[in-house]
């Protein structure tokens, strides 16, 4: 038996960061993920997000790479997207995202976050909230990737 509690907060966008996944099925899209995560053996604790990123933290089943998770949830969703028809200008999500491990005393708080995606939004957009993400995890990018 293997013992594990690591959560990942993810975040990826849509391409080119075109805001396509709108408010009237964003709900569905985000069912349909929960579904792929417990196919996974993986626990969705939020999901979240704007028209144009998402936000999910999740434990990560002990067999499964954090890369094979994040492929199959980008595919499985482009699929379901695209064959639901749900929404019209998304062509598929940015390649590579962002993958943050969190202690299990800040669970909670990412969590808050998630829910308050809209809100927080208002004031910051993608770019500027992954920077921030990225500044605080000590993680070294090139700004060029990020516009």
């Not at 960061?17 to 993986?42: E, S, W």
């Not at 064959?83 to 990412?110: L, Y």
Request: hydrophobic letters at 40%; glycine letters at 6%; one cysteine or more.
């Amino acid at each position: 038996m293997s013992y594990t509690q690591i959560y990942y907060h993810l975040v990826w966008s849509t391409q080119n960061r075109v805001p396509a996944l709108g408010d009237g099925h964003r709900d569905n899209l985000f069912r349909y993920m929960t579904g792929i995560l417990k196919n996974l053996n993986c626990h969705l604790y939020r999901i979240g997000g704007i028209a144009d990123h998402i936000h999910l933290l999740t434990s990560l089943n002990a067999t499964l790479a954090l890369a094979d998770l994040i492929r199959e949830l980008k595919i499985g969703s482009s699929k379901w997207v695209k064959s639901a028809g749900v929404f019209p200008v998304f062509e598929h999500w940015q390649e590579g995202c962002g993958a943050f491990t969190v202690s299990h005393t800040h669970r909670d708080a990412v969590i808050e976050y998630i829910k308050n995606q809209e809100a927080h939004h208002r004031k910051l957009t993608f770019a500027e909230e992954l920077q921030s993400m990225l500044a605080k995890a000590g993680i070294q990018y090139e700004s060029r990737f990020l516009q």
